[in-house]
């Protein structure tokens, strides 16, 4: 578990660093690794510089792209959106040597129609915002302006920037020098008076005498040093019902102007100098003559330092060389292999991320729910989750068939409000427009008071957010005429579309869609008609998909504060309810441990009256039958370890006699003991069968206990005896001996006082090495002892009575005591046992014998032992001597009086050939 956590807290650390890396460089998400270029989609401007860069405005005018001589993509600006939805635009840029970009940015409601402000901002030769320049406002109906501010032409000039400023009734041109250091506020140079009713809308220049600019209605004028202006086109007899209207206009490097004509699709050159004289610079036809195809549809130029053309439309650049040539159409941006190198990384962090995501949520999951935790935590950590995605998918469902529903329903709106068009718009009015010459005019201003007292008077925002347009329909062609934006103009003509054709020519409305730079539009066009009812003009409602998106979004957030709070309140109500559910089986499981425990008495008591409670009358009566089946096999278990000793088990490592086999054996090292009544077969003639074994099994169980109380192993009974084992010290096997000898004094004095004659035993104790296991066959297994050690110790018992002691050890047993000097024993000298090739060293334990016979052995020990060296280096005149002292004062040690007979035998007649210093006992 410590691995997991440690496991986690490491997942949870790079997580954070990746997190950290990714917010960092969250721009390169919009780079897929294995693309190698970014097609132009919605382009409305492009510049270059003096080192052949091109500067271009993409994306329906939200981002500014750099790209070097060779069309690789050096930086990006993005459009950012302000605090309250609304949304920035790019409207015109300007570069300097330096390298520093200059752009109008122009802030849009959050529809993408009224605008809100506009800022001259500089950007550094590396793309990072520098700082804004200069800003303006609009917040009253009086300037209220439409898609385009008041800010036109940006322009580098002379180490100044320059820029115009629209005030309605005249033109104002500000400059501020150029510098890396911080540059002072911007300053009027020069105002231009406007003519009468006449309203900008481009303007290029910086010198008075060469500063031009084009008006609403259609004409260009030049504006001299005393703020005056002169027509410069249409001049006097042009005829104006072509509605040639100049757009785009700009100056080239030799102060020619340079303009492009919609209605006759084409860029014209017109020399001021030359009036009357218009030179189409590019058209259809040439342009298809160099392979390229030009719709002349929301079309822009600009002039390059090195004086071609460049000519931009949405999804393609071209340039138009000072000898006429038109460049291959430069469709997309490259990029460059450290940025795709970047991406790469960046995508693969991120993949790397989402892994260590996954792996968290398998770690704190998995292993979590793996751990003992309370119920209601494991179901918290299970349910939230599941809660949550169904919560979300309920979401998901419930949102899109709200917007389904809301798209529908802007559709039905639009075409209602489309339809009314024809009670907002004279068609009899519409028709006496003839020319861009009407802008402003009287039937102009008509038209919006009636069509902004319908649209603009009403705060709500379901309200908000339309575009409306009223369009003019004559020979045939589609004309602007009114539109919510101040860059389009009047009688251009309107690209013919199946919608707009069911208009004109059926009478029906229609519903549609399109996408410019502003975003994505839903809209409806219906007819307008004139007093003979012929139609006459197109009256459009749409609405920006932002717009309608901003108000799924209320709605969405509606749903899921709504779905969010059911979703908790549903998770009170499970935590309460697995609570309350839960205090049964915790006190259902706090009865089982108690009857785990052992307290089988428990009895568990539940009252709720379903499966919880009978499944506690289901253990009061499991514990009531365990209690009936552990107490039978703890009454076998006792009578089983009657049988096989416990001990014998554990021996074998076994838990119950479950696990022994035939064959199971270990070695150990052991105090083996046997234990025999003398005489037993002589008693037992003259007692009855059932006296026997009641004598044997009284007198076992007088002797027997003693062997336990010194963690000695009753291995088996001998008839009139036993063989016992004793795992620890011989300390402890050597005191069990004394205590049942002493014993023995005691049961003699009872069976005394009833009659009987007195018992005697020999105990046999040896240690040494043991087999100890299972023998016999499948049917019939036994525990058993196989060791020389056995038979050593069964010789011992048998020698006790010619040696006269009650007990009788080897010298393995004395080397194996922790404490010898706390035991009475004497040593008997080599010995030499029947059946056993090597004599052994025996020692004769008195300690437990009655008090007169302990006394005399203890004073005579010392001349008993060096009577025994004696006899052991063949001194058997010395020993003789020295036993027969012995028996002087103990006449019934019968050890001393067998060495007695022995030496005196050899020291009479000799030894034999084979004697080594042993005794013989037969």
Not at 116 to 132: C, H, L, M, N
Not at 332 to 359: K, M, N
Request: aromatic content about 10%; proline content about 4%.
């Amino acid at each position: 578990m410590k691995k997991s956590i440690a496991a986690l807290l490491l997942v949870l650390l790079l997580l954070g660093a990746a997190g950290t890396y990714l917010g960092l460089n969250r721009e390169s998400f919009t780079l897929w690794p294995f693309h190698k270029s970014m097609p132009f989609d919605g382009l409305s401007k492009a510049i270059s510089d003096g080192h052949n860069n091109l500067f271009v405005i993409d994306n329906a005018k939200k981002t500014i792209h750099k790209l070097n001589g060779e069309g690789v993509l050096q930086y990006s600006i993005t459009s950012e959106t302000g605090k309250n939805g609304e949304v920035y635009r790019f409207n015109d840029m300007a570069v300097d040597d330096l390298g520093y970009l200059y752009t109008i940015r122009t802030l849009l409601d959050p529809y993408g129609i009224a605008v809100k402000a506009e800022q001259i901002v500089r950007y550094t030769p590396d793309g990072q915002f520098d700082r804004s320049l200069f800003s303006q406002e609009y917040n009253d109906a009086q300037t209220q302006r439409y898609r385009l501010g008041s800010l036109r032409n940006v322009q580098v000039r002379d180490g100044m920037v320059y820029f115009f400023n629209d005030e309605v009734q005249q033109l104002t041109l500000y400059q501020t020098p150029i510098g890396k250091e911080q540059i002072s506020e911007p300053k009027s140079v020069y105002t231009i008076k406007l003519p009468p009713n006449k309203f900008v809308a481009e303007a290029d220049g910086f010198k008075p005498g060469e500063i031009y600019y084009s008006t609403r209605s259609g004409e260009i004028y030049r504006a001299f040093g005393d703020g005056h202006s002169e027509l410069v086109y249409p001049v006097p007899g042009l005829d104006r019902t072509r509605r040639n209207f100049p757009e785009s206009m700009h100056l080239d490097n030799q102060g020619r102007l340079i303009f492009i004509d919609f209605n006759n699709k084409m860029i014209s050159r017109l020399d001021p100098a030359q009036p009357f004289l218009i030179e189409g610079l590019v058209t259809e036809e040439k342009a298809k003559a160099n392979g390229i195809e030009l719709a002349f549809d929301a079309t822009a130029s600009s002039i390059a330092q090195d004086g071609s053309l460049i000519i931009v439309e949405s999804a393609q650049i071209n340039r138009r060389l000072p000898d006429g040539t038109i460049t291959p159409s430069m469709v997309e941006a490259l990029y460059s292999q450290p940025a795709r190198t970047h991406s790469f990384i960046h995508w693969s962090v991120a993949l790397a991320a989402l892994i260590l995501v996954l792996y968290a949520i398998k770690l704190f999951f998995i292993n979590l729910l793996q751990r003992r935790l309370p119920l209601m935590m494991k179901q918290v950590l299970i349910l939230v989750p599941v809660i949550a995605v169904s919560m979300i998918l309920l979401s998901t469902v419930i949102y899109e068939s709200f917007s389904k529903k809301m798209e529908e329903e802007t559709f039905s709106e639009l075409v209602l409000l489309a339809k009314n068009g024809q009670n907002l718009v004279d068609g009899d009015k519409l028709e006496s427009l003839a020319s861009p010459l009407d802008y402003n005019g009287a039937t102009y201003q008509s038209f919006r008071k009636k069509i902004q007292s319908v649209f603009e008077n009403n705060a709500s925002d379901d309200n908000q957010g339309f575009y409306k347009a009223v369009y003019k329909y004559e020979n045939g062609i589609i004309y602007r005429v009114l539109e919510d934006d101040d860059g389009m103009h009047m009688f251009n003509p309107f690209q013919q579309t199946p919608e707009n054709q069911q208009v004109v020519l059926e009478g029906k409305p229609a519903t549609g869609q399109w996408q410019d730079f502003s975003g994505e539009w839903r809209y409806a066009i219906a007819p307008i008609f004139n007093s003979a009812g012929k139609i006459v003009g197109v009256f459009e409602t749409s609405k920006n998909l932002d717009g309608i998106l901003k108000h799924r979004q209320t709605v969405l957030q509606s749903i899921i504060r709504n779905i969010a709070l059911i979703s908790v309140g549903l998770l009170i109500v499970l935590v309460v309810m697995t609570y309350v559910l839960l205090s049964s089986i915790r006190k259902l499981r706090n009865s089982v441990g108690e009857i785990a425990k052992g307290n089988w008495d428990t009895v568990v008591t539940i009252n709720t009256r379903d499966e919880v409670s009978d499944l506690g009358d289901s253990v009061n009566t499991m514990a009531a039958r365990i209690r009936d089946y552990i107490t039978k096999v703890e009454n076998f278990s006792q009578s089983y370890y009657r049988f096989v000793p416990q001990q014998f088990l554990r021996f074998l490592n076994k838990e119950s006699i479950l696990e022994v086999e035939l064959g199971d054996q270990v070695e150990k090292n052991m105090s083996i003991l046997i234990f025999n009544i003398r005489g037993f077969y002589l008693l037992s003639k003259k007692l009855t069968p059932e006296e026997n074994f009641n004598f044997v099994n009284s007198f076992l169980s007088r002797f027997g206990p003693y062997v336990r109380k010194h963690q000695g192993l009753m291995n088996k009974y001998l008839g009139a005896g036993f063989m016992a084992l004793f795992p620890n010290q011989a300390d402890e096997a050597l005191l069990a001996c004394i205590e049942m000898r002493k014993e023995l004094d005691i049961y003699n004095s009872h069976r005394a006082k009833v009659g009987y004659s007195p018992l005697d035993f020999g105990i046999g104790l040896h240690k040494g090495p043991l087999r100890l296991g299972i023998i016999g066959e499948q049917q019939r297994l036994e525990g058993n002892v196989i060791s020389d050690g056995v038979n050593v110790a069964t010789m011992l018992e048998k020698m006790t009575e010619p040696l006269g002691a009650s007990i009788l050890i080897t010298d393995n047993v004395v080397q194996s005591l922790q404490q010898p000097a706390a035991f009475q024993y004497r040593n008997l000298g080599l010995i030499q046992v029947e059946g056993v090739k090597e004599p052994l060293q025996l020692f004769d334990v008195y300690q437990g014998d009655p008090d007169t016979i302990r006394v005399l052995k203890e004073k005579t020990r010392p001349l008993f032992e060096q009577a025994v060296t004696y006899y052991q280096v063949g001194r058997f005149y010395d020993a003789r001597e020295a036993f027969l002292m012995v028996i002087k004062q103990n006449r019934q040690d019968k050890a001393a009086q067998l060495y007695f007979y022995i030496c005196d035998e050899y020291f009479q007649h000799g030894t034999t050939a084979e004697w080594n210093g042993t005794l013989s006992v037969s």
